[in-house]
């Protein structure tokens, strides 16, 4: 897995953030994209608006690379099982703090794969064109 690339207290407890490779980021994306026009204004009407399947992968998503600062080293947040594919580690997580948790990572993700958006930066080298 990834080494953590930002940090965050929620509710009192550290949280660390592992990005997504490239192709789980594009997909990652593709299941929120239905959510991105309302997700500033009202997160929970953003995440009610995906299909079932695609609010549990990005909540899966979004958990499984998030970490805890535990009695002096980072846990694993989330698990693989349950009903949805994932099961929370900690039972003091409850359902706010999970959405704010989820919430910080897709502002982490976003963030990453936006960072050069409404900038002059070109992504791409200039080539001119062979006459």
């Keep these: 897995m990834n080494t953590a690339t930002t940090q965050q207290e929620i ?12 192709p789980a980021q594009a997909e990652f994306m593709r299941r929120l994209a239905p959510a991105l026009s309302t997700m500033q204004d009202n997160p929970m009407a953003a995440f009610g608006a995906l299909r ?13 690379r998030t970490q805890r600062q535990h009695m002096g080293q980072w846990t694993a947040v989330a698990t693989k099982g349950g009903e949805f594919g994932y099961l ?4 003091d997580i409850d359902l706010t703090t999970m959405f704010n948790i989820v919430l910080a990572y897709v502002q982490f993700t976003l963030s990453r794969a936006f960072r050069h ?15």
């Design 52 to 64: 079932s399947e695609d609010f549990h992968y990005v909540m899966a998503a979004c958990l499984f």
């Design 117 to 131: 958006a409404g900038t002059n930066e070109s992504t791409s080298p200039t080539t001119q064109p062979q006459a």
């Design 88 to 91: 929370l580690m900690f039972d």
């Design 11 to 22: 509710d009192g407890q550290n949280y660390s953030f592992m990005k997504m490779d490239v």
